[in-house]
């Protein structure tokens, strides 16, 4: 039994052992595969961290620079990050620090220096103090903080090191000028690291996880679409689960995504890739699309919250409006792949095509919706439609403006001044014939989510709009190729003066 | 003409000068005014690093310490944040990887110390680019990136300096054993400074942050319930522009939250504040009522979006409903604001006191909703309302918890056995009518939208019930107080377990 218990020890604890560190290099290889850059980015620091440390372990070098070598390996470890904009513009936010420190320190030394070395220190306490003061108070300014507030650390860092330092040194310029050949060897390495060698650009990244974004969004509303229409006709109870799983982590990127645009679109700004094309890079243009998204983003959460409702609409009405929805629906998702291809190959997205056979999904919807009059339509239907669609589209146009620009105080008038008449009679005339329609009632009652939802749907394509129109902007921004006719591809020109024209009647008639 | 000018000049110039003091007088106060503590944090600060630059600046106090104090300098500049949990955070993070660091670099140098020059060289350098390749892939593993980032750098650093620094300097022990002492100096300072002078807490930002967000929420219910029912009845447009500002900046406000939350929750954990009551600070559970909150903030995304659907529902119809939909809204603005008061005071509260109000709103709504059948209801409608918010309270559930913790594949089972029988009958019984209805037909086009705001403002019922759990998880773990009794509070016990009854019937109906 002992021994058995001997044999048996070391035997699991080699398995335990076995399992963790395969647990731990199955996480280092995930790591490693899901972005190969990071094993290049951290091979880059291996190596300039060595590189710049030769400088104090080589004779030869270091009598030439002595001490102040410890300074270069500062700078590279701390400024050398993983894109070429974040490097930068942490490089600039220390260098431009501890110049501006540097500066303001020698004037207040220069200023002390002919007093006695009791008024100096009082002097230079007072100054530490309101310095130290001030550009904390600084940092809580939201730009401030944004932008620059590594900046304002180093500043008020080395601020402190120079003017305590030069209380006891004597020959401070000396010191400095050293330490400065220091940093500026430093940044060297990381600029040729981070801009020449196997670079990163936020740029790029934002590019990418903008188009990434474009087709999780389109997944989501394809795999909703499905999910509401077919889930009776589904067997496997575990594909909904994986269905599901997919719209949730597609749409939730888009929601959570605000932050990482912003950093990234401030990172992209510093870096000087395309600045010798036409232009910079648009990287707020890129948010501007991100911000467009996640609006569109919160019509896919309502989207799929309707396929929880628990009102079920019975399989017959549903089946009433499968084709024209899951048609509409794929146009939609067609239309943001389109969409989301053109962003990744750099070139304009034809607008007409995107619009052309999305009205002629909406067209057929509203087919089949006038052919159940009795659910959904109004009296004069045929002109309706078109009509509906185009205030939609500029209603969404205008609640996004609005909210984004904070301007736009008149749009809103054209609302409230709708017609009101004959709608209390229409209600006094319903009243009676109550009993009379009990049973076409039920028909209404399991109409409602079915309701919900296409409206959901039809508002999706209003604020696909939006969408559309920002990569437009981002088209003529970043001056991407021209849109060129593939052969699978049919033009309907006429199609986009046709919504032109229906916005303008519309705003006749108001 | 000239003197005219010339006098005009100096003038203008103060006048703009005058103007660019003023706006930015105005920021600074605006900035100081809106948190108070920033301006006490920046004293603070100051202070901190002026008592700290006195050993350096002070005859007695600089002999016993040296040159080394200027490390103490760093330490409180560097570590010193706005909250103590940020503080201890940053301040842990410096100190272990310092310390971590200094160990393996002795190690390597104790391995080193034996060979030649040459060899001590390469194996230094050989140290260094290993060390710095490992520890910046390490910085890419998400948990190490969320909670050690800055530990791991000040790792690298430290590591990189002693082990060049050693290579050049014989006593190395003895200028680390004066550099720790600093760092002690300086984190007792920090710490102090922190912990026991008008401490901010990140804990108490996250519950005041919390109590904010569900105010907010309760507030833009309130304005877009108001806005869609009394829009037409308002003259003034301005009134619009601040109510649907107001909404937007609400829900806006918890959309976004969610780093922030996290960030806080993050460095509560650090704060020793509670741990001598009962419990820790359960940061996680504020994160957790904030995802909630978010998925409840879709929620009156999707109602607000319903504000600008075209299709206007007439004012005769919305009439009917406006009461019992206001009620309604209000109610939930009330159980909001119940929760944000419960959070505020740190007591329970009465769940069925928020239940009881809320169930009787919804009976209301219900009520309306039958006298109008044909808008709405089935034939069995007496029984079937609590069913369908005893099932959409479950499925709103369900969806929660299986997008939170991945788990729960039985759940969907059952809503896929509903009976289908006997609705194709009903399709094909429909359609001979059409032009007999034509007239009717139009109440139901527009009775459309409302119908999409009512199962909205359902579904925001369903999913405040999530809220009103969480939060009660939050009491339990935060040992909130006992709810008391109010004297303007009346309180039905049996609210609660009607409902607890109708889940079960509807799974004994399954």
Not at 49 to 77: C, H, R
Not at 331 to 343: D, P, R, W
Not at 477 to 491: M, R
Request: a neutral charge.
């Amino acid at each position: 039994m002992t021994t058995e218990f001997v044999k048996q020890k070391p035997s699991t604890f080699m398995q335990k052992t076995k399992g963790v560190l395969g647990s731990l290099c199955g996480k280092i290889w995930k790591v490693g595969r899901d972005d190969p850059r990071r094993v290049i980015h951290a091979l880059k620091v291996g190596f300039s961290v060595t590189a710049v440390s030769l400088l104090y372990l080589m004779e030869p070098l270091f009598k030439g620079v002595g001490e102040n070598a410890i300074w270069a390996v500062m700078t590279v470890v701390v400024v050398l990050e993983f894109t070429a904009g974040a490097t930068l513009c942490k490089g600039f936010n220390r260098g431009f620090g501890t110049m501006l420190a540097a500066s303001l320190a020698f004037l207040f030394e220069f200023i002390a220096r002919e007093y006695g070395k009791v008024f100096r220190a009082i002097f230079i306490g007072a100054s530490i103090f309101l310095i130290g003061t001030s550009t904390t108070f600084l940092r809580f300014f939201p730009k401030v903080k944004k932008n620059y507030d590594y900046g304002v650390l180093v500043f008020l860092l080395t601020f402190n090191l120079i003017t305590v330092s030069s209380y006891r040194v004597d020959d401070v310029m000396k010191l400095a000028k050293g330490r400065t050949y220091m940093i500026g060897i430093g940044s060297g390495i990381c600029i040729l690291m981070s801009l020449f060698i196997f670079p990163n650009w936020s740029g790029e990244d934002l590019h990418n996880h903008t188009v990434s974004k474009i087709e999780g969004l389109a997944k989501s509303i394809e795999a909703c679409v499905t999910t509401y229409f077919c889930e009776e006709e589904r067997d496997v109870e575990r594909d909904e689960m994986i269905s599901e799983d997919q719209i949730y982590e597609n749409y939730k990127a888009v929601l959570d995504s605000k932050s990482t645009d912003e950093t990234l679109a401030h990172h992209a700004s510093w870096e000087p890739r395309y600045t010798w094309q036409c232009h910079k890079f648009p990287g707020q243009q890129y948010v501007k699309i991100g911000s467009v998204l996640r609006h569109f983003g919160y019509g896919v959460v309502a989207l799929r919250g309707s396929l929880q409702t628990e009102i079920r609409t019975p399989r017959s009405v549903k089946l009433l409006f499968k084709d024209p929805c899951i048609h509409l629906a794929s146009e939609v998702t067609k239309s943001l792949m389109e969409l989301a291809y053109s962003i990744r190959n750099r070139q304009h997205c034809s607008p007409e095509l995107l619009t052309e056979p999305l009205q002629q999904a909406l067209q057929d919807l509203d087919v089949a919706l006038k052919s159940q009059p009795r659910l959904f339509l109004g009296p004069n239907t045929a002109q309706n439609t078109p009509k509906m669609l185009a205030m939609l589209t500029s209603t969404a146009r205008q609640k996004y403006e609005h909210h984004f620009s904070s301007i736009n105080t008149e749009s809103h008038t054209s609302i409230n001044k709708k017609p009101k008449g004959g709608q209390d009679g229409a209600g006094k005339f319903l009243r009676p014939s109550l009993s009379k329609f009990a049973i076409t009632s039920l028909e209404f009652s399991e109409a409602l989510p079915i309701a919900a939802f296409v409206s959901l749907l039809v508002e999706l394509v209003a604020r696909l709009d939006l969408v559309i129109e920002e990569i437009e902007e981002l088209g003529r921004v970043a001056c991407f190729k021209e849109f060129k006719h593939g052969d699978d591809v049919i033009l309907d020109v006429d199609r986009r003066k046709s919504t032109e024209i229906n916005l303008t009647s519309f705003a006749s008639v108001e």
